[in-house]
Each structure stands twice: as structure tokens, then as C-alpha cells.
């Protein structure tokens, strides 16, 4: 399984820097034991009670039951989101935030929720400036210490990986627009 966070910093990097370089540092990727999503089958991806608490609407959030981590289900047509051992517990429409991973063909669906990037606001960067520098801003926030993925992202870890992906895919449509002009 390839690390969803992206690459890891180079060896070169000060050990200083390298603590703060990407939120993945502190919210390191994990799969969720053996638990398998019971709708889909996919294996899970451990949330803290806090996420839930954040990210559920507030009909939802007495349904929660006691424990401290549960299952996020990263599986893109599966209604589940999160889940524990056998049960599932909560669906899309429980939760009050778009889910950028349920959602991959919606464009305004966050892709990062501290900080708001969705691949829409990405490729609007790349067309106007043939770059993206979304990834430096997020690791430029994460070392001021405003990294909280923990509790804004659905999948309760790191964007990074997400970002990266939807920054290579804005790439490559711009790159098939630009083809097509010429």
C-alpha cells in the first residue's frame, strides 16, 4: 500500500524541519486493524471520537457510541463513513462537511478542510498561474502549528496525500487543455 501522505522528506532535511515539513509527521497513516467495512469490504482507517464529534451533524451525534476510535471508509461509492467491527455506524448524510473522498467527481468538495482547498480553487491556480503552490502553503501552515486534520478531515489525518493527487490530476487537465489549444 503506497503512503497516501506522499513522499517522505529527504534525508538531507534538518531534523527540525522535518518534523514540521507535512502533517502526515504527526498523523501518521494507519489502517484500521483487519476491520472491513461492513456495506463495501474495504478496509477501514481509524478516527478518533473527536472527528466524529466535529464532522457529524448534531442529530447524529448521539448515535456515537462510547469507544475512542472507530473506522473511516474511504471506498468512494460506499454510503458508509464511519464504522466499527461488524456495524456501521454512520452514512454520508449523517455528516455535515462534503466528503472530498465520497465525492471524487465533485470539485467543490474539499480536498484540505483546514484551510479550504478544493481541486476547483487548485485548478483555478494553475490556470491563472501554470503552477500550484497549494502543497508549500499547507506545509507552511502546518509548521506555524495551524494543522488540524485531526478533527477537520473526515478521514481524521493528513490531506496531503489527498491534495497531492488532486494537484497531479488539475496538472494533467491543464495540460490536455493547453495540448488542445495548440
Known amino acids: 500500500m503506497s503512503d497516501p501522505c506522499g513522499p517522505s522528506p529527504s534525508p538531507a532535511a534538518q531534523p527540525s524541519q522535518t518534523a514540521v515539513e507535512s502533517c502526515c509527521e504527526f498523523h501518521p497513516p494507519t489502517v484500521c486493524g483487519p476491520t472491513k467495512c461492513p456495506e463495501c469490504g474495504g478496509l477501514g482507517k ?11 451533524k448534531p442529530e447524529a451525534r448521539p448515535r456515537i457510541p462510547a469507544q475512542e ?7 468512494a461509492d460506499c454510503k458508509v463513513v464511519y464504522f466499527r ?10 455528516v455535515a462537511v462534503r466528503l472530498g473522498l465520497k465525492e471524487p467527481n465533485d470539485s467543490h468538495a474539499p ?13 483555478q491556480e494553475i490556470e491563472a498561474t501554470g503552477e500550484s503552490t ?4 499547507i506545509k ?13 478531515n473526515p478521514q481524521g489525518s493528513c490531506c496531503l496525500g489527498n491534495v497531492s493527487q488532486a494537484v ?15
Open 46 to 56: 481509524p478516527v478518533k471520537r473527536l472527528t466524529l464529534g466535529a464532522l457529524l
Open 69 to 75: 476510535e472507530f473506522c473511516f471508509c474511504r471506498t
Open 85 to 94: 467491527d461488524g456495524e456501521a455506524l454512520f452514512q454520508k448524510h449523517d
Open 111 to 123: 480536498v484540505c478542510y483546514c484551510f479550504g482547498w478544493t481541486p476547483q480553487k487548485i485548478q
Open 134 to 137: 497549494v502543497i508549500e502553503q
Open 140 to 152: 507552511a501552515q502546518v509548521k506555524a502549528g495551524n494543522c488540524y486534520c485531526e478533527v477537520t
Open 168 to 182: 497531479k490530476q488539475a496538472l494533467a487537465t491543464a495540460s490536455r487543455t493547453s495540448a488542445l489549444r495548440s
